[in-house]
């Protein structure tokens, strides 16, 4: 069965890297915006409430006036963001907030303080402080699939040797484990030898 | 909360497979219904994943997970009503079917601004101290840019297996002032006082480079000082960032009279003190190339046990937008009074064309435990997602595992998700 899978997947493979990417445009996060789902809004309304005309340009700093130019035809993140990501305030109730649709590489919008490797643990104190700032771009559900789902299928927090080693881990730093797990949840296999559902 | 549908106990084979298509149908068929209803705005994800499984103890085990996340806005008075939950059975143990209900809550603005807010129902909560999925009032207001109010009353869930739902119950409030909080918390479990705590923290830029955290918790109804946090995150460069924290933590607060649940869970030594010291590190080395790292110092202050090291080291290389791979890699050090583990994890992400991409990733351990002596522990995982439609997609995952004691396991995981949304834009109805 194995073997049999590990084939299907290298003809998948195969079959799919066959055409030539161009990776620059294909992933820049920027670039991907959906012009025909927008089709219904730019009939009524035209190109101006997205493309703004209204950036000071002059010949004189041809460098400003790139930045100029990219500024016309690239429409900053808050006129997005006034329709697909302002809950409650959007004049687009129907219109998607899930922020993968347009920045498929996360990475690139991901804050500063995120990327410091102790992030999942210490961001509970920028949520405490200021939780507004984490609702920016998170929602409520995007807590509970760490929080509170307990997932056999997705790995979400673990590595996933964690089963056989988490006992070194556990002893070393227990406080950690206690932070989202009951006793109880301890006991289901030290108990029984086996995970139960 | 148990579903009957265990009438259908399948025996093995061909019964199964075709339960689980039909219900995948009927999840996707469901979730069409609900796009066909005129409402305002909603917006939907649906995910239903199935996994095979060989392990060990050559048990049929094939969970199969539904998931619905809905949102739907606009409602009546500008309220918004959420929903999440989960449909699931094992079908090769033959459990039957059961609900997880993470959120059904509807949110009220009593402002037009929403500054004031109502969330009525079962809801997300996390307000200063532990995080609860609760059936729960909470309300909230936002007097200006700079402070804050919620109160919060309500019953809190558990989703993990065998934990029961007693006489708990939750109450609590928080305000926030510029960058500083200070909340209260009164957790009953079971019918008992399980803590009254007072809590105050901030989380504070004092330069456009250097944020500085910090907590305090105060148990006042068994009179003890469960927490107490100094943290600070440093970015002296766009290129390097650097977070060191140190945290006394008593987790002795969980147990009731410091009685000890079980002595299994003892052995883990949750119970008593301890101080924690972790430093963490991110470096751009140039434009391909990033390096990361953390070390964390525990010092148990149980008797009997020693104190923990945590370690890791890692290198990044990023080559996303010009070939569109990113590859990492990190070697693991842990070391604790029960045994040491040396690891090495790789894992690469690689973007193939506009409908394929994969994912790989091994962890290799080697541990050392008093219990078992020295151990391999291997993983490997591989994942490819083909996009089905622009906001859809399915993803096919091995995942084979070996370990001396545990011999081996094998999963195969299927997975599909889908998302969708619709409804009217407010702006047209206006220009009506």
């Known amino acids: ?197 | 909360m148990a579903i009957t549908v265990s009438a259908e106990r399948v025996k093995v084979g061909i019964g199964k497979r075709t339960l689980t298509l039909g219900l995948g149908v009927g999840v996707l068929s469901a979730s069409s219904a609900v796009a066909a209803i005129k409402i305002p705005g909603y917006e939907a994800e649906v995910k239903t994943q199935i996994e095979f499984r060989q392990d060990v103890y050559n048990r049929d085990t094939i969970p199969f997970d539904n998931y619905l996340k809905l949102d739907l806005r606009d409602l009546k008075g500008n309220s918004e009503l959420h929903f999440y939950g989960k449909l699931w059975k094992d079908l090769g143990y033959g459990t039957d079917w059961d609900i997880d209900l993470y959120q059904l809550y509807l949110e009220v603005p009593l402002k037009k601004d929403r500054s004031s807010l109502l969330t009525v129902g079962r809801q997300f909560l996390s307000e200063g101290f532990e995080t609860f999925v609760a059936d729960a009032v909470r309300y909230s207001h936002k007097v200006n840019k700079e402070f804050k109010y919620v109160f919060y009353i309500g019953k809190p869930r558990s989703f993990e297996p065998k934990v029961r739902t007693g006489d708990d119950f939750l109450a609590g409030f928080k305000f926030e002032y510029k960058n500083y909080f200070f909340g209260f918390e009164h957790l009953r479990d079971d019918g008992k006082v399980k803590k009254s705590s007072f809590a105050v923290g901030n989380y504070s830029y004092l330069r456009k480079d250097l944020a500085q955290y910090s907590r305090l918790e105060l148990d006042s109804a068994h009179g003890e000082l469960v927490d107490a946090v100094l943290g600070y995150y440093y970015f002296p460069k766009g290129k390097l960032r650097l977070n060191g924290e140190v945290e006394y933590y008593n987790g002795s607060y969980t147990y009731d009279g410091g009685k000890v649940e079980n002595p299994i869970f003892y052995s883990f030594s949750p119970l008593g003190r301890e101080l924690r010291l972790t430093q963490s590190a991110y470096y751009q080395i140039d434009k391909n190339w990033q390096a990361y790292g953390s070390y964390t110092f525990t010092d148990l202050q149980t008797p009997g046990k020693d104190n923990g090291h945590l370690a890791k080291v890692g290198l990044i290389k990023d080559n996303w937008f010009s070939q569109g791979l990113r590859v990492f890699g990190a070697l693991l050090y842990q070391n604790s009074w029960i045994g040491i583990l040396k690891g090495l994890e790789v894992g690469f992400t690689k973007y193939i064309n506009e409908k394929f991409s994969l994912i790989g990733r091994a962890d290799i351990g080697r541990y050392n435990k008093i219990t078992y002596g020295k151990q391999w522990a291997t993983a490997y995982y591989l994942l490819g997602t083909y996009q089905t439609s622009e906001f859809s997609n399915f993803q096919l995952g091995i995942d084979f595992r070996q370990n001396e004691d545990f011999d081996h396991d094998l999963r195969v995981i299927m997975r599909y998700n889908l998302l969708f949304w619709g409804g009217k834009e407010k702006r047209e109805e206006a220009e009506k």
């Open chain 1, 1 to 197: 069965m194995r073997k049999g899978i590990f084939i299907a997947l290298a003809f998948l493979l195969v079959g799919c890297s066959g055409q030539k990417v161009n990776y620059e445009k294909e992933l820049r996060a920027t670039a991907k915006f959906h012009h025909r789902e927008h089709k219904a809004f730019i009939d009524q309304h035209g190109c101006i409430p997205c493309h703004k005309m209204n950036v000071k340009m002059s010949w004189a700093d041809i460098e400003a006036a790139e930045r100029g130019s990219k500024k016309i035809i690239m429409p900053s993140k808050v006129t997005c963001h006034y329709c697909h990501n302002n809950p409650g305030k959007t004049p687009a109730p129907n219109a998607p907030t899930k922020c993968y649709i347009c920045h498929f590489n996360m990475k690139e919008i991901e804050p500063a303080d995120h990327k410091t490797g102790n992030w999942l643990k210490a961001h509970r104190f920028a949520y405490e402080a200021k939780a507004e700032k984490c609702d920016e771009c998170h929602r409520q559900t995007f807590c509970i699939d760490c929080h509170e789902r307990r997932d056999t299928i997705q790995h979400m927090v673990h590595p996933r040797n964690y089963e056989y080693t988490h006992s070194i881990e556990a002893a070393a730093d227990p406080a950690k484990c206690g932070r989202c797990h009951k006793p109880t949840f301890c006991m289901e296999c030290h108990t029984k030898g086996n995970w139960t559902r």
